[in-house]
């Protein structure tokens, strides 16, 4: 039995059999891909470097193809890569000479761009374009920005009216950390805490404690980022002051 050709058949099943074959997937199969990025925030330290890397799936080469990563619009962009090589002229200003771009492994689709000493300006929400002729796809990264502040001080003053204040100071936090006193038996004691914010954008924080019982023996200041609850390192001074008839009053303060 000889094959039937179009010719043989309807109009109808041609042109069912010519809309089937132009959907059908063409080239080397470059172009049916999707671009991951990290599904949870990233965290970086301000000061630090920190990668925002992207991924093809399936992991197939992403040689030859344009990679960009970009905050609010396409361009300027944080970085982008064409041609093998870097194209500076689209970076915004904000970034030139700040970044790097991580191709170790672009072979099997991953690739990554290093933020070098990162600062609040950083902190937000970026993309990633992996493009190639007329395909692309894109991801979303967050990046979280943290300002882990100076070792606290506390001072012991003596106020206007002859009672007692502890003062505990530090520099240099962000988002706004959290601050608690407690007494010797540690106990919470109530505080009263201001926030400034630098030029930078990093906060100052003083907090003050005037304890009812004018006792400031064993109080301790502790402050903490809520980005890093799990951040291991403590600082610990000790402060001895004369303060009326001699007493003499030992602090600590902790982060």
Known sequence: ?????????????????????????????????RVLGPPDPLLALVGQDKELPCKLSPNISAEGMELRWYRDQPSPAV???????????????????????????????????????VTLFDNGTYHCIFKEHTSY??????????GLG?????????????????????????????????????????????????????????STVAPQDGAVEGLTCSISNPLLPGRKGQYIQSYNSTIRRTNTFSLKVRL
């Not at 093998?84 to 690739?111: F, S």
């Not at 796809?137 to 943290?146: D, G, I, M, N, P």
């Open 79 to 117: 970085h982008v890569y064409r041609n093998g090589k870097d194209v500076w002229e689209e970076q915004m200003e904000a970034y030139r000479g700040r970044t790097t771009l991580t191709t170790d492994h672009v072979a099997r689709g991953e690739a990554a761009v290093r933020i070098h000493n």
């Open 150 to 206: 100076s070792a606290p001080r506390i001072h012991v003053i003596e106020t206007q009216d002859n009672g007692i204040q502890g003062e505990c100071t530090s520099a240099g936090w962000f988002p706004e950390p959290k601050v608690e006193w407690q007494d010797l038996r540690g106990r919470k004691v109530p505080a009263v805490t201001h926030f400034s914010a630098s030029a930078t954008g990093l906060l100052a924080v003083t």
């Open 1 to 33: 039995m000889s094959r039937p050709h179009c010719g043989d058949a309807s109009l109808p099943s041609c042109l069912v059999t010519f809309v089937f074959l132009q959907f059908l997937p063409a080239g080397n199969g470059k172009a049916d891909f």
């Open 137 to 146: 796809s894109q991801a979303t990264l967050w990046l979280r920005v943290a």
